[in-house]
């Protein structure tokens, strides 16, 4: 079956440490994107990748990092920069970027990591 | 201002009944796509349903339908027959255009909605 995977459901920190969630995808999609959501509102895009080797910032890029060494991995590190880490990160992907290769642009969405930093 | 507005922060329905969820989006560019999500409990995001600017005909995906009024700037999301499992936290979101941030999808804050047996 294909799909994206995160890992793991729920990850626990304690203030100062960086942490990686983890995002894989066989559904052969080159765009991947990370979002954060908090408790009662919408996603909110934090990075972008187009193709391996290529990511931008999103909106609220700041204290984050990713890398794209894999098309089908896009991990996303929370360093101890950012300052209110505690969140709900969700993984998306889709075909591709602008929609050149056909398809709607839908994004298709991982199961989610939930991260807790006391 | 808020590209996406969603207005009702929770709606119960009886179950086997209808029910709309309001969206509304702010947009000059004449090529968007709206899209309608469904996160239950669980955490993921489920793709429901899409509607494009030039769509002559409003969308259907089996119990879903969206209600598209593109004078009014609003998309709606129909749920008929509604089932248990449909509740959940419903997203609405936009892409705009076709041009550099045409990748982005700008999401509501979500309606959740509770059916009732």
């Known amino acids: 079956d294909g799909g994206i995977t995160q890992s793991p459901k729920y990850l626990f920190r304690k203030e100062g440490q960086n942490v990686t969630l983890s995002c894989e995808q066989n559904l052969n999609h080159d765009a991947m994107y990370w979002y954060r959501q908090d408790p009662g509102q919408g996603l909110r895009l934090i990075y972008y990748?187009?193709?391996?080797?290529?990511?931008q910032k999103g909106d609220i890029a700041e204290g984050y990092s990713v890398s794209r060494e894999k098309k089908e991995s896009f991990p996303l590190t929370v360093t101890s920069a950012q300052k209110n880490p505690t969140a709900f990160y969700l993984c998306?992907?889709?075909?591709?970027?602008?929609?050149?290769?056909?398809?709607?642009?839908?994004?298709?969405f991982g199961p989610g990591t939930r991260l807790t930093v006391t | 201002a808020q590209k996406i507005t969603q207005t009702q922060p929770g709606m119960f329905v009886q179950e086997k009944e209808a029910v709309t969820l309001d969206c509304t989006y702010d947009?000059?560019?004449?090529?968007?796509?709206l899209f309608w999500y469904k996160q239950p409990s669980s955490g993921e995001m489920i793709f429901l349903i899409y509607?494009?600017?030039?769509?002559?005909q409003n969308a259907t995906e089996g119990r879903y339908s969206l209600n598209f009024q593109k004078a009014r700037k609003s998309a709606n999301l129909v749920i008929s027959a509604s089932q248990l499992g449909d509740s959940a936290m419903y997203f609405c979101a936009m892409r705009e255009g076709e041009g550099d941030s045409s990748y982005k999808l700008i999401f509501g804050s979500g309606t959740r909605l509770l059916v009732r047996p």
């Open positions: 509607q494009g600017s030039y769509d002559q």
């Open positions: 990748s187009q193709i391996v080797n290529d990511f």
């Open positions: 947009t000059s560019d004449p090529s968007y796509g």
């Open positions: 998306a992907s889709s075909i591709d970027l602008f929609g050149f290769k056909g398809g709607l642009g839908e994004q298709y």
